[in-house]
């Protein structure tokens, strides 16, 4: 059974970090991909960042590019986000999810291609 768990949301400033974590269970994703995705109350889901395990590339929305790092531990089979300089639009739930392949690739924004999820995580950010 596979499981992606998240953790490192949170209260913080403005202006202030946090890292959340993505830790998969039941299979690796070597071959796929993992990223981020969030939900604001009241907003749909909206795409944040995913990488590809493989290579390391990366992909950032544009909110996320410049502030936000993803990263991934093959040993801990682990996606990270890195988020810096928070502000108070980021508030929302972020939900980890992964892919087994790359076609998620051809769109990386679309939650539809992606074949697991976690339960999220709240990331609150204080003005």
């Known amino acids: 059974q596979v499981q992606l768990v998240e953790s490192g949301g949170g209260l913080v400033q403005a202006g202030g970090s946090l890292r959340l974590s993505c830790a998969a269970s039941?299979?690796?994703?070597?071959?796929?991909?993992m990223g981020w995705f969030r939900q604001a109350p009241g907003k749909e889901r909206e795409f944040v960042s995913t990488i590809r395990w493989s290579s390391g590339t990366t992909y950032y929305s544009d909110s996320a590019k410049g502030r936000f790092i993803i990263s991934r531990d093959n040993a801990k089979n682990t996606v990270y986000l890195q988020m810096n300089s928070l502000k108070p639009e980021d508030t929302a739930v972020y939900y980890c999810?992964?892919?087994?392949?790359?076609?998620?690739?051809?769109?990386?924004?679309?939650?539809?291609?992606?074949?697991?999820w976690g339960q999220g995580t709240q990331v609150t950010v204080s003005s």
């Open positions: 039941g299979r690796t994703f070597s071959s796929g991909v």
């Open positions: 999810a992964a892919a087994r392949g790359i076609k998620v690739l051809t769109n990386p924004t679309a939650g539809d291609l992606y074949d697991y």
